[in-house]
């Protein structure tokens, strides 16, 4: 079963790590990548720039408009996430307690399970 592990960030919780804190999330991510790699779990895995980067578009009336900004103020957003395969839900969340967001106050692990996929080499439904 594929679970999507989301990162969700708060910007005034990671700019209240210290540097080498700051150095340990990078470092155990980059452990966390490589043990998933290496049992097979890991299907792919993005980290997404800040909100005030993004874009909100909407189509009304036939005509398209973009404006500035994550479409809802709020204080934590998506960081980035985890596309993992694995055998039980258990499993899941088991990983997703290895990542080291998950032991910081503040920073939130989200688990939600797939329910479709399309892209990332795959294309069939999975079973709900």
Do not use: N, W
Request: glycine residues 10%; without cysteine.
């Amino acid at each position: 079963m594929k679970y999507l592990i989301i990162m969700q960030v708060d910007p005034a919780v990671l700019e209240s790590l210290t540097e080498a804190q700051g150095r340990e999330i990078g470092t155990g991510h980059g452990r966390f990548m490589e043990e998933i790699t290496r049992t097979g779990e890991l299907i792919g895995t993005q980290a997404l720039a800040d909100p005030s980067r993004s874009a909100v578009v909407s189509v009304r009336d036939g005509a398209t408009t973009v404006t500035d900004g994550p479409f809802v103020e709020a204080k934590e957003y998506m960081g980035g996430f985890y596309l993992v395969d694995v055998e039980t839900p258990e499993r899941a969340y088991e990983l997703a307690a290895k990542i080291p967001d998950a032991a910081i106050e503040g920073l939130a692990i989200e688990v939600r399970p797939v329910v479709f996929t399309a892209g990332f080499g795959l294309s069939e439904p999975e079973a709900s």
